[in-house]
């Protein structure tokens, strides 16, 4: 295993529902990423935290909210979503924010919007 | 189990026959690359990655071949196991301004392996 865990695993929510997906990691990284993986489509960069900082948003919708509150823990805060947002989540840590910096992944949540 | 990315490009291959994963990548100013693996109901694992200065990077059992004149890149397995069926993605990046960089994955090839 990466060292990289998100938790739930599986998610089933509501477009009315507020709910959040949680990505630790433990591997002393500083930099941190949300991907989006759909059926038919490479992975989706969504955000990207350096040092705790946000330092790209690739023009998420804001029903999708993140949180960095430091180096080894990092947040998706989901609500009113829509069924087109079914997709499997993945966070993933790098030590900085860097080109060679190899990108670990976690295992995802998948998540199903009825 | 989970299937990633339907209607991917597909290779299937024989126990202990060689495989070769290709990529196309778009972005003539990419300066690294990255081959990923992905198993059913897991995450992206790291395989082998290579800087745009070679052409050419072993691993065990992977070599990774980079041809930037037509903007290649290839993956190849040696010996192919059944534990290698899984998806293959590469990845590019580049710099895309002070110390920023961008990181852009390729759908995939999905890889299966008959015993």
């Known amino acids: 295993e990466t060292g990289v865990t998100q938790t739930p695993r599986h998610l089933v929510m509501g477009m009315t529902n507020k709910k959040s997906l949680k990505c630790e990691q433990h591997?002393?990284?500083?930099?941190m990423y949300w991907y989006k993986q759909s059926a038919k489509k490479p992975l989706e960069l969504m955000f990207v935290?350096?040092?705790?900082?946000?330092?790209e948003n690739n023009s998420v919708p804001s029903r999708f909210s993140p949180e960095c509150p430091n180096s080894s823990h990092l947040f998706l805060h989901l609500h009113t979503l829509q069924p087109e947002d079914s997709a499997l989540y993945l966070c993933?840590?790098?030590?900085?924010?860097?080109?060679?910096?190899?990108?670990?992944f976690g295992p995802g949540t998948r998540l199903t919007v009825l | 189990g989970e299937s990633v990315g339907l209607h991917l490009p597909t290779l299937s291959v024989q126990e202990g026959d060689n495989s070769i994963i290709n990529c196309a990548y778009s972005?003539?100013?990419?300066?690294?690359f990255i081959w990923y693996k992905q198993e059913s109901g897991k995450g992206p694992q790291f395989i082998i990655d290579?800087?745009?200065?070679?052409d050419k990077r072993q691993g065990q059992r992977v070599t990774v071949l980079l041809n930037k004149t037509v903007k290649h890149l290839s993956l190849q397995i040696a010996a192919t196991q059944p534990g290698d069926s899984a998806v293959y993605f590469c990845?590019?990046?580049?710099?895309?301004?002070?110390?920023?960089?961008?990181?852009?994955f390729g759908k995939g090839t999905l890889l299966t392996v008959n015993p």
């Open positions: 993933a840590s790098s030590h900085k924010r860097r080109s060679s910096d190899t990108q670990y």
């Open positions: 591997l002393g990284h500083n930099a």
């Open positions: 935290y350096n040092f705790k900082e946000q330092t």
């Open positions: 972005n003539s100013a990419s300066d690294y």
């Open positions: 290579i800087r745009s200065n070679m």
């Open positions: 990845a590019e990046s580049w710099a895309s301004g002070g110390s920023n960089y961008k990181l852009t």
